[in-house]
């Protein structure tokens, strides 16, 4: 997909926030253009979980701007943020699946509540793309448990998509998983972008997932923007903390 670097989706001015004396996150400013995989890395506690947090307001930053799709997210009340988020996929580390729900009635959940006006037949039927899509049509009627860790990561990218996404928000979307199948979730990524044409910012210190997903790369360290450029630019940096990353 095309990437459209006149066109800001998501739009960050020095962005802060802290916790108690730990400033976390200090005048982060960045921007996701229409249509871009935008890849943030950084050591465990540079902010990189705590800025996509901050997007959406699971977080509440203590300063800066966050503008997405052209709204002004910390001036936005309860119901406008709802929809906002609606707009938006959130792929989490864990994954968050129902353990008490079959991977149909995962998926049917979230979508009965943002697109409340579709039949029983409509629901099915995107239930069933969404599958095909991560390649697990046949996961249908089975429970989580009895789905391997790569598989419970697919079926949650699968609950994200119901929605229909214009923003993809990936938090560490490969921890845990064999480099078979974290490879497979970083291709996935791309197809999802293409199909589905949208923008991302995925948080990793997976380097592999960054060489397989990024349009373009940002370093977070100690709370701030060290770095930004495209894979070939990282790759060919000569300063010590890029090199530890790309080794």
Do not use: W
């Not at 864990?94 to 409509?122: C, H, Q, W």
């Amino acid at each position: 997909m095309e990437v459209d670097v006149h066109t800001p989706v998501i739009e960050i001015t020095n962005l802060k926030k802290a916790f108690g004396e730990q400033e976390v996150l200090k005048n982060v400013s960045l921007n996701l253009y229409n249509g871009e995989n935008l890849v943030v890395l950084g050591k465990s506690g540079s902010g990189k979980s705590v800025l996509i947090k901050c997007l959406v307001r699971l977080l509440e930053p203590d300063g800066g701007k966050v503008h997405i799709l052209g709204e002004d997210v910390n001036a936005l009340n309860t119901n406008n943020l709802g929809t906002l988020r609606k707009k938006i996929g959130f792929l989490f580390q864990s994954g968050a699946l129902y353990d008490s729900m079959t991977v149909r009635e995962n998926l049917e959940f979230p979508l009965r509540r943002i697109k409340r006006n579709l039949s029983s037949k409509e629901t099915d039927d995107i239930v069933r793309e969404v599958l095909e899509n991560v390649g697990l049509s046949d996961s249908i009627d089975k429970m989580p448990s009895q789905l391997s860790g790569g598989m419970r990561k697919r079926i949650s990218l699968a609950r994200t998509l119901v929605a229909d996404p214009l923003i993809m928000l990936y938090d560490e979307p490969t921890t845990g998983l064999d480099p078979v199948t974290s490879d497979e979730i970083s291709f996935l990524i791309n197809d999802v972008q293409k199909k589905y044409k949208t923008s991302s910012i995925i948080i990793t210190h997976d380097i592999e997932c960054a060489r397989h997903t990024a349009n373009r790369l940002i370093m977070l360290q100690e709370g701030e923007v060290y770095m930004e450029g495209n894979l070939e630019q990282f790759e060919k940096s000569t300063d010590p903390l890029i090199r530890s990353f790309f080794k």
